[in-house]
């Protein structure tokens, strides 16, 4: 998918990733100069050489969404290098594997507050410091990665997650009708079962559970980091710019017809 993104500036958490990095090569390829923030080093330095030996603009800051004082830094780097915010996806999360989900009454403090602070305290922390950027511009997109967990279909046995990706939602929206008269966009992308290596391999393989995960997707199948990128090209770009403070789901119509126990994912 191309768009018109020539000269234009995005910041990208947890762009290490697999749908971090598909949006970050999106991104790039349209013309936009990329900051990938990532706590992994290695990656984060990977994807910005790939990105730049391919021609295009990219640079890697490694920094820990979680921490005010990086969001800032991250910010700042990007004001001062290419003088200004343009687009800001939200796109780090982190959720606890299957080993580990409980009922809420387990869940240790530490842990709660590790999810939610990765998965919707960092999208304060980057609103909070992008947003008077581009409310000086008086333009700009921000996207913020929400899930079906927080949307139609909560999981079970996760609800720190569930809890952090509904209430970006929320957030969303209410920056939509604040900002949007100011030239700025906030929108989110939702997405189902969206398969790397990683979760194939745990949710998808060949034990016989791959039939009853994919029961609850009227497509069929699941989808790729790349229909999140896509997803997102569209909400940056300029056909967009009439749409504010929605969610779009990209989840095979998971959510369409939501009657499905996720008890065992």
Not at 17 to 33: M, P, V, Y
Not at 81 to 90: E, F, R, W
Not at 248 to 261: H, L, Q, R
Request: glycine share 10%.
């Amino acid at each position: 998918m191309k768009v018109k993104l020539k000269n234009k500036v995005a910041i990208i958490t947890g762009a290490a990733g697999s749908i971090g990095s598909k949006t970050a090569k999106a991104l790039a390829k349209c013309g936009a100069k990329v900051l990938i923030n990532d706590l992994n080093e290695l990656l984060g330095n990977e994807l910005a050489e790939e990105i730049t030996n391919e021609g295009y603009e990219a640079l890697f800051l490694k920094g820990d969404v979680t921490k005010e004082q990086d969001i800032i830094h991250l910010v700042n780097t990007a004001e001062n290098k290419y003088g200004s915010v343009d687009i800001l996806v939200n796109n780090a999360g982190v959720n606890v594997g299957k080993d580990k989900r409980k009922a809420l009454y387990d869940y240790d403090v530490d842990t709660w507050n590790l999810v939610v602070d990765v998965c919707l305290d960092s999208v304060y922390y980057c609103c909070k410091h992008a947003l008077p950027v581009m409310v000086r511009q008086q333009r700009g997109k921000i996207i913020n990665i929400g899930s079906v967990a927080g949307w139609l279909a909560p999981l079970k046995l996760q609800s720190p997650y569930c809890a952090a990706k509904a209430q970006i939602i929320n957030m969303t929206k209410a920056m939509a009708m604040q900002y949007g008269g100011q030239g700025i966009n906030v929108n989110a992308v939702v997405p189902g079962s969206i398969v790397n290596e990683q979760i194939k391999a745990a949710v998808y393989g060949e034990d016989g559970r791959a039939r009853s995960m994919l029961a609850h997707i009227p497509a069929g199948y699941t989808g790729a980091p790349i229909d999140i990128a896509n997803a997102v090209l569209y909400l940056v770009s300029d056909a967009s710019d009439y749409v504010n403070g929605t969610a779009i789901n990209v989840d095979g119509g998971w959510t369409a017809g939501y009657a499905f126990d996720a008890a065992n994912l």
